[in-house]
Every structure is written in C-alpha cells, then in structure tokens.
C-alpha cells in the first residue's frame, strides 16, 4: 500500500512532514542490513561505528565523537517513537533487547527495526511522563548504559536524549517552543518514585526578551572540526555563537 507520500510506513504518524520518519523507524524483517542492539554493543559493532565515526569526521577527541553519535541515536529512536504515540496513539515496541539498528557508511545510527507495529492505544496520551515511559523503561536505561563506556558520563547521555524528546512533545502536543518547562524535565522524580535522569536537562529561560532552550551539560560537539554551534541551546557560554 502507498500514499502520496510514497511506501506505508510503520505508523500513520509517518506521513506529510513527518514521513522522514519511515527511513528512521521500521519493522526489523524490513530493515535487511540491521543487527540486533544487544549483539552490536556486545559483539564490538558500537566501537567499530565510532572508529569509523571519528576517522571521518576527524574527531580526535573520543568523548565528542561519542556523543555525537549518541545525538543522532537518541533523535532517530525518540522521535519517531513520540510522533507515533502522540500523534496516532500508537505505542512502537521500543525495547532495547528486541529491536535492530543500521548504520551509515560513516558510522552513524541510519535506522531502527522493531519487531512488530505495536498496539494502537484507545486515547493519545498527552502526559509526558506517561508519553515516555515506555521508551524510558525498556530502551534508554540500557542506551545509557552502554554508551558510557566510552568514557561520557550518564548526564551527557541523558541531556543528549532530553532535547529531542522535549522538541518532539512540544511539536506533538501544542505547547510552544518558548516554554513553560515541561513537567518531565522539572520533576526531580518518576510516577514509580525513582529519581528522574531527565530533570533540569532542558530549562527555558528569559534572555533579553526571548524565551530560549538550554541544555543543562554540553554536548562536546565543539570539539569536532566542522560541527556549528547549537548557539544559544549549549550549557556553555563561550559556545553560544549566532546562527
């Protein structure tokens, strides 16, 4: 089946300005070259993408390469995801243990297979924590964990994914670029209790009367020739430069 669009994607959501989102997330019997996740951390396939990754961006310094790659993991993973469950109240199985990932010639993340469509919810869930809490329980703790290996601490990784999740809660539920924080990133704990990763990792504030987005921990992404400034969203001053 097709739509103006081009192929059916794994969700209705991927459709219009969103049908990027087809070649980010899609069954895993489709995604021919794809590798299990447990198995590509496991199995060394993690360390041979960022060897490739800082060879052909020239990062020498192993920290920004990794989180550089993590950047373009956590965006592919949780926006399709979000838009999915926003947008069409469809729920992705998004379990690390259970999905496949591909790669660019350069190393980076270029797609995510899951096993199957998922369940369609009976109401689109506008909570963030409850729009989250599945990725959040079953995939970014294990992301997390693994990615820090290479020497980035816990926080890096956690901001890394909070900045998409942030924009893509904000483009699926109406609340505008310019602010109020969200609950889940003001909340110092879960629903379950536990302390929340993702508190103060996006804050918005009044400057010279724009409202703007700041990281709470730099992305390093400085430190790769070639990369621009995320300007006025970098946790640190001195890399704020205009865009």
């Keep these: 089946m097709t739509t103006e669009d081009g192929p059916l994607g794994l969700s209705p959501a991927f459709s219009g300005e969103h049908a990027w989102c087809r070649d980010k997330m899609m069954m895993s019997k489709e995604l021919t070259d794809g590798v299990p996740l447990p198995a590509f951390f496991r199995d060394g396939g993690f360390q041979r993408a960022i060897d490739r990754y800082a060879e052909i961006s020239g990062g020498s310094d192993r920290?920004?390469?990794?989180?550089?790659?993590?950047?373009?993991?956590?965006?592919?993973?949780?926006?399709?995801?979000?838009?999915?469950?926003?947008?069409?109240?469809?729920?992705?199985?998004?379990?690390?243990?259970?999905?496949t990932i591909a790669l660019e010639d350069n190393g980076l993340p270029r797609a995510f297979g899951v096993p199957h469509a998922g369940t369609i919810e009976s109401e689109v869930e506008t909570e963030s924590f409850t729009a989250v809490g599945s990725l959040l329980e079953?995939?970014?703790?294990?992301?997390?964990?693994?990615?820090?290996?290479?020497?980035?601490?816990?926080?890096?990784?956690?901001?890394?994914?909070?900045?998409?999740?942030?924009?893509?809660?904000?483009?699926?539920?109406?609340?505008?670029?310019?602010?109020?924080?969200?609950?889940?990133?003001?909340?110092?704990?879960?629903?379950?209790?536990?302390?929340?990763?993702?508190?103060?990792?996006?804050?918005?504030?009044?400057?010279?009367?724009?409202?703007?987005?700041?990281?709470?921990?730099?992305c390093l992404r400085y430190m790769l020739p070639g990369i621009p400034s995320c300007g006025k969203l970098c946790a640190l001053p001195s890399q704020r430069n205009p865009q």
């Design 63 to 99: 920290r920004a390469v990794v989180s550089m790659w993590s950047l373009y993991y956590f965006s592919g993973l949780s926006i399709p995801y979000l838009l999915a469950r926003r947008l069409g109240g469809q729920t992705l199985p998004v379990g690390f243990e259970e999905m």
């Design 138 to 218: 079953t995939h970014l703790g294990e992301a997390v964990m693994r990615l820090k290996t290479c020497g980035i601490s816990a926080k890096l990784c956690w901001n890394n994914a909070a900045v998409y999740i942030d924009y893509a809660l904000r483009l699926t539920g109406g609340e505008p670029s310019g602010g109020p924080d969200l609950p889940l990133f003001v909340r110092g704990h879960l629903p379950d209790g536990g302390v929340n990763p993702f508190c103060g990792c996006v804050s918005y504030l009044d400057e010279e009367g724009e409202k703007i987005a700041r990281r709470k921990v730099c």
